[in-house]
């Protein structure tokens, strides 16, 4: 019984594995869509100087 159990973990492992690797690659576009945006905020708020607001 207890290798049954320990199989059946091993099964359950792996199908958790396969299904999160299927998640990745199926909701690969929006991942790097949401990357590449706050990727880009990240530049852009680290490039604001503390003045530019203000008109000279």
């Known amino acids: 019984m207890k290798v049954a159990r320990f199989v059946l973990k091993i099964v359950a492992l792996s199908l958790t594995a396969a299904a999160a690797v299927c998640a990745v690659i199926a909701y690969w576009d929006g991942l790097t869509e ?4 706050a990727k880009g905020k990240l530049q852009r708020t680290a490039h604001i100087d503390e003045y530019d607001d ?3």
């Open 34 to 37: 949401l990357y590449d945006s």
């Open 54 to 56: 203000y008109e000279e």
